[in-house]
């Protein structure tokens, strides 16, 4: 398969102010590491490190995208994207605004057997950190 490229966006804090710097990173398939990723532990924002999601609210889903039920409280924020002609919810991280993926109303028709499955945050594995949950 040909490498995709992914355009991140990472906030960069210098002295205080904060600016968005774009980098881009080419990925191949076997390269999104957390798409099939199941140990225990906590996924952060590669750009600041706050806690994002957990491990125990991520599902394997039909796409081929980290995905995620939830997030952990107030660690997101969500914006309206009609980029590429396409309507989507944009994710961002609520403490350094990076771009982390999407939110979609469908969990339950892409893989999510919990009971509560009706959102899949598809996340950008390029915009995650993992950190291992020890003593599991």
């Known amino acids: 398969m ?3 490229l992914v355009s991140i966006v990472a906030a960069v804090s210098m ?4 600016a ?3 980098a881009s990173v080419v990925t191949r398939p076997a390269e999104r590491s957390f798409a099939k990723h199941l140990e225990p532990g906590v996924y952060a924002c590669r750009a600041c490190e706050r806690p994002l999601f957990r491990s125990e609210d991520k599902f394997e889903s039909t796409t081929r995208w980290p995905s995620f039920r939830k997030s952990v409280s107030e660690s997101v924020v969500t914006r309206p994207d009609v980029s590429y002609g396409m309507k ?3 994710v961002l991280c ?3 605004n ?6 979609f109303e469908d969990g339950d ?10 959102w899949r945050y598809c996340i950008l594995s390029a915009a995650l950190a993992f950190e291992l949950r020890e003593g599991q």
Request: charged share 20%; glycine share 10%; hydrophobic share 30%.
């Open 88 to 90: 989507r919810t944009e």
């Open 98 to 103: 990076a771009h982390l993926g999407h939110v």
């Open 20 to 22: 968005v710097a774009f």
């Open 2 to 4: 040909s490498p995709r």
């Open 15 to 18: 002295a205080g102010v904060v």
């Open 109 to 118: 028709r892409t893989g999510d057997t919990h009971p509560d499955a009706r």
């Open 94 to 96: 609520s403490q350094c």
